[in-house]
């Protein structure tokens, strides 16, 4: 059988080398002619592009982190909601701090809602601070985002979010797919407890997680929720949060690792966290630029080695140009590969084909490029996003290369 090959790492997770196994993707570490090179860690930085082969594909897109540190995300949406209003109600008041502290502190003397403070570069759980109103607050010059609390929608009188997740094959043009399975994860403890427990739903404080698919189907059976209408606006959620970053990414794709004759070289699952309000309203609370694919149970597990199996075969359908690594005993430069694909076509015709039926066998439903009306103000969202000049992000460092003078 013909397919591609992988270069995974050592210590990557058990679900991911499952996956792999069960698409029949032959994987071992440091694999120079693979086509597709797998990472877990959270601490690659840009220096992993610089490595890659010009033929190699890599699970990660340069510049996605504008979405997936939580004070660049902000400023991503803030500069560009103003023009789309009504569009853009998926994301709580947000203050970016220490550059917003002023504001903060008039909010909490004014506004009858708590704020919860997370580190911009925090994860895990670690560091979050929940501020009431009209109490002292001293703001620091910690890099922060303050988010107004949002009165969740409570199952069994207890808090719960959503882990779903999106998957970006191609930032040019932009496709995105989001996984129609996921988590609920639940507080261990009631909504009316005034514990971190009862009010924070992060896995390293609770580890209640049952599967999204139970739950939507306890909440259509039970509670009569259009669970169909909330998916609608979830994709909204999530598809307009990542087209807002559109020129980040796609000037760190040229930069970094540019596509050559319809080989997309990069793709990315992103993990977003999405909170119903109590009319079950979506917000994005932050995005995951690594979503754990650890797993506590059998159920989680089958539900992460689906995602990540069919995550590798849409996002990296080369089997063709693998087997043609395979035949060649000598290297590959950079213009010799591009040469290469734009004499042989197929490759990209036999991926286009690979993909489609990954997909139609897959949970994954593209929900960006799309035919549909109803997201027709998305294209126009998409224009503005490449309108708006780069800039930097507070928290991030993108190259002045990139950006501009």
């Known amino acids: 059988m013909c397919t591609i090959h992988a270069s995974v790492a050592q210590r990557g997770f058990p679900a991911v080398k499952e996956a792999f196994t069960s698409a029949q993707i032959p994987f071992s570490e440091n ?92 994860s895990l759980g670690q ?21 107004q609390y949002i009165d969740s929608f409570l199952i ?60 939507f189907k306890k909440m259509k059976n039970e509670l009569n929720i259009d669970t169909d209408d909330l998916w609608k606006k979830i994709d909204a959620a999530i598809a307009l949060t990542i087209i807002s970053a559109a020129s980040f990414i796609q000037k760190g794709v040229e930069w970094h690792c540019p596509s050559m004759s319809g080989y997309n070289r990069c793709f990315q699952i992103l993990g977003f966290d999405i909170l119903l309000d109590k009319k079950c309203q979506p917000y994005v609370l932050e995005v995951n630029y690594r979503p754990s694919l650890d797993t506590h149970n059998g159920d989680e597990r089958r539900m992460k080695v689906d995602l990540i199996r069919s995550a590798i075969l849409i996002g990296a359908p080369f089997h063709l140009a693998q087997h043609a690594l395979s035949e060649r005993k000598w290297a590959w430069t950079k213009d010799s590969w591009e040469d290469f694909l734009r004499k042989t076509p197929e490759i990209a015709s036999a991926a286009d084909a690979s993909r489609k039926n990954a997909v139609k066998k897959s949970k994954y439903e593209m929900i960006w490029p799309s035919t549909d009306p109803e997201k027709k103000e998305w294209q126009k969202v998409y224009e503005k996003a490449i309108e708006l000049p780069l800039e930097q992000m507070p928290g991030i460092t993108v190259p002045q290369s990139i950006t501009g003078p």
């Open 156 to 215: 069994d009188n207890t808090k719960f979010d959503l882990r779903i997740y999106a998957l970006v094959t191609s930032v040019n043009p932009l496709t995105i797919y989001v996984y129609r399975g996921g988590l609920a994860r639940f507080c261990s403890e009631e909504n009316d407890g005034d514990t971190i427990y009862s009010k924070l739903t992060n896995v390293a404080i609770n580890h209640n997680s049952v599967l999204l698919t139970e739950v």
């Open 127 to 147: 560091g979050i601070t929940i501020v009431e109103p009209n109490t002292e607050f001293e703001p620091d010059d910690t890099m922060a985002v303050a988010q």
């Open 31 to 122: 694999d120079d002619g693979a086509i597709l090179v797998w990472l877990d860690s959270l601490k690659e930085g840009d220096k992993v592009f610089q490595r890659l082969k010009p033929f190699q594909i890599i699970n990660r897109i340069p510049n996605v982190n504008v979405l997936c540190r939580k004070a660049p995300l902000a400023r991503i949406i803030q500069r560009i909601a103003p023009f789309f209003p009504n569009l853009f109600t998926f994301m709580p008041k947000s203050y970016i701090l220490p550059f917003k502290n002023t504001q903060l502190v008039r909010a909490l003397s004014r506004d009858n809602c708590c704020y919860i403070i997370k580190p911009d570069s925090g």
